[in-house]
DNA sequence: CATGTATTGAAAATGATTATCACTATCACA
DNA sequence: TGTGATAGTGATAATCATTTTCAATACATG
């Protein structure tokens, strides 16, 4: 099973804004670099602190804007947390299941290939049909545990 | 594996309840009532309008204030919804993973250990130890799908 | 019954997210 | 290179779920 960590990929979601139609703006291109410069998933306030080093006039109200966007084009994906709000973690294509270590943030992807004969089992035997799934662990990275 | 649905376990829920050193009280009774005569998912405010049709002087704080022991618990599970709010729904014992229909929100539960080899083996791989895991699987029950 | 404590619920506060809206930047085209 | 239509921006206000505050009440125990 791949494990991979969230690439650095601005240009490549920059292109894909554009072919989008959507404009290429100052505060976009600072959003899309912090969050794609990172591994840890991130709140919207946190990479608003953190764009607006480079781009101090920049607004909240725009990073929403942008990781909505983002997360429509599958670019970067929404971590659920326990408090109920979001944060959001760029996203390797196809891979939507999270490692999350709940110390440092740091956060691993996996594929979800594993589940889908559980999915089928669950399928036959409840008589659902089965759309979406939400994956999330949680624990501590080699970084983070001691012992 | 087996599929559940959620118990209708109020009168041991007010035991438990009691157990820990809290007081049975009407409010507490009614909230406890609502939510394990149900097999969906529902919101706080949800609770909160189911109950006062028996008990209009209820609070929401008080719903809120219950819900969150029960949960405490294990008697209700938290069920994570796609706008960052929180639903619950009474929980077998030891049974934390959650089929929803997105239509009318009946739950299923089915147990974790399917997930175990799959946990055991990412654990290898990345170096990380698991503690916690969110499985949600959201699709259509029987009777919500026509084909 | 008296007393200390848990509980309640109305109201206010909080905090994340979303809507509004006047202003600005961008792009296609002349 | 203008220029106008339109997408985008960001300050502000609004919204909405949840939490806190606090005075009043109910309960348990002596």
């Given at each position: 099973?791949?494990?991979?960590?969230?690439?650095?990929?601005?240009?490549?979601?920059?292109?894909?804004?554009?072919?989008?139609?959507?404009?290429?703006?100052a505060p976009r291109r600072v959003v899309v670099e912090v969050i794609?410069q990172?591994?840890?998933?991130l709140s919207p306030l946190a990479v608003f602190d953190i764009a607006r080093i480079r781009y101090p006039q920049l607004g909240l109200t725009t990073v929403y804007?942008t990781l909505?966007?983002?997360?429509?084009?599958?670019?970067?994906?929404?971590?659920?947390?326990?408090?109920?709000?979001?944060?959001?973690?760029?996203?390797?294509?196809?891979?939507?299941?999270?490692?999350?270590?709940?110390?440092?943030?740091?956060?691993?992807?996996?594929?979800?290939?594993?589940?889908?004969?559980?999915?089928?089992?669950?399928?036959?035997?409840?008589?659902?049909?089965?759309?979406?799934?939400?994956?999330?662990?949680?624990?501590?990275?080699?970084?983070?545990?001691?012992?």
């Amino acid at each position: 099973m791949p494990l991979e960590m969230s690439p650095a990929s601005t240009e490549h979601w920059l292109e894909v804004l554009e072919a989008q139609g959507y404009r290429l703006t100052a505060p976009r291109r600072v959003v899309v670099e912090v969050i794609a410069q990172t591994d840890r998933a991130l709140s919207p306030l946190a990479v608003f602190d953190i764009a607006r080093i480079r781009y101090p006039q920049l607004g909240l109200t725009t990073v929403y804007r942008t990781l909505e966007k983002l997360e429509a084009l599958g670019l970067v994906q929404l971590v659920h947390q326990a408090n109920g709000c979001h944060t959001y973690i760029a996203a390797p294509a196809g891979h939507q299941h999270l490692l999350i270590c709940e110390y440092c943030g740091r956060t691993l992807f996996f594929g979800g290939d594993d589940l889908g004969s559980l999915i089928d089992q669950i399928e036959r035997e409840s008589g659902y049909r089965v759309h979406e799934h939400l994956l999330q662990l949680t624990g501590t990275c080699p970084g983070c545990h001691t012992d």
